[in-house]
Nanobody, 129 residues
Framework: QVQPVESGGGSVQSGESLRLSCVVSGHYSIGSYCMAWFRQAPGKEREGVAAIDSEGSTRYADSVKGRFTISLDSAKNTLYLQMNALKPEDTAMYYC??????????????????????WGQGTQVTVSP
């Protein structure tokens, strides 16, 4: 399968916004997958930021609740992450991930990285004070 392709990263100042995009190619609509955004800062583990599944359920990491919004456009097979009120601690490489047949269920946080098999190459987000 073709892997997801992220875009939209960049360098911004604290308080500004960015929107990340992730295009998913393949036989199935993006809405058929569980899709997620992860991030990884240097020296830290990969962290789940937000997820959305085929049932429309969404989950966010506590650190981004109220600031980030995950959404998808099935017609464009594209996943988005709208990031507002960015902070220096949001600086990281952001990855898009997909998994067929995965649902969020009763989880209170996004599924973990081990739950996903399809990964993009990442897009860098840098937030300066």
């Amino acid at each position: 399968q073709v892997q997801p392709v992220e875009s939209g990263g960049g360098s911004v100042q604290s308080g500004e916004s960015l929107r990340l995009s992730c295009v998913v190619s393949g036989h199935y609509s993006i809405g058929s997958y569980c899709m997620a955004w992860f991030r990884q800062a240097p020296g830290k583990e990969r962290e789940g930021v937000a997820a959305i599944d085929s049932e429309g359920s969404t989950r966010y990491a506590d650190s981004v609740k109220g600031r980030f919004t995950i959404s998808l456009d099935s017609a464009k097979n594209t996943l988005y992450l709208q990031m507002n009120a960015l902070k220096p601690e949001d600086t990281a490489m952001y990855y898009c991930a997909r998994e067929w047949g995965l649902t969020i269920g009763p989880r209170e946080v996004p599924p973990g990285a081990d739950d996903f098999s399809g990964w993009g190459q990442g897009t860098q987000v840098t937030v300066s004070p």
